[in-house]
Nanobody, 118 residues
Framework: VQLVESGGGLVQAGGSLRLSCTAS????????MAWHRQAPGKERELIAA??????AKVDSVEGRFTVWRDDRKRTVNLQIHNAKHIETAVYYC??????????????WGQGTQDTVSS
């Protein structure tokens, strides 16, 4: 099983940051897909989680975050509007899933570095 993040990179403050994560492999069922981030010197934190299609639980303030799933494509997407310099971080995708040989378990992507210039 692999989770691969894409998108992001360098964006100016005030712009939009959009990330995508695709799960692949012998996946039987995906329960929850989520986005986390880890800024330099800080602990990894949850941004938002989506349990099903069109179910975005935004665990943040200000309403600038949108997350959505496409279960047919096995993707979860994140868009951050009006990005701030403080949001420069490594962004990680996480999925709680089962395969044809394992029970539900948590898998992580390798992360993508995203920089918001001030």
């Amino acid at each position: 099983v692999q989770l691969v993040e894409s998108g992001g990179g360098l964006v100016q403050a005030g712009g939009s940051l959009r990330l995508s994560c695709t799960a692949s492999g012998s996946i039987r069922y995906i329960d929850e897909m989520a986005w986390h981030r880890q800024a330099p010197g800080k602990e990894r934190e949850l941004i938002a989680a989506a349990i099903t299609n069109n179910d975005a639980k935004v665990d943040s303030v200000e309403g600038r975050f949108t997350v959505w799933r496409d279960d047919r494509k096995r993707t979860v997407n994140l868009q951050i509007h009006n990005a701030k310099h403080i949001e420069t971080a490594v962004y990680y995708c996480r999925a709680h899933l089962s395969t044809y040989s394992t029970y539900l378990r948590t898998c992580w992507g390798q992360g993508t570095q995203d920089t918001v210039s001030s």
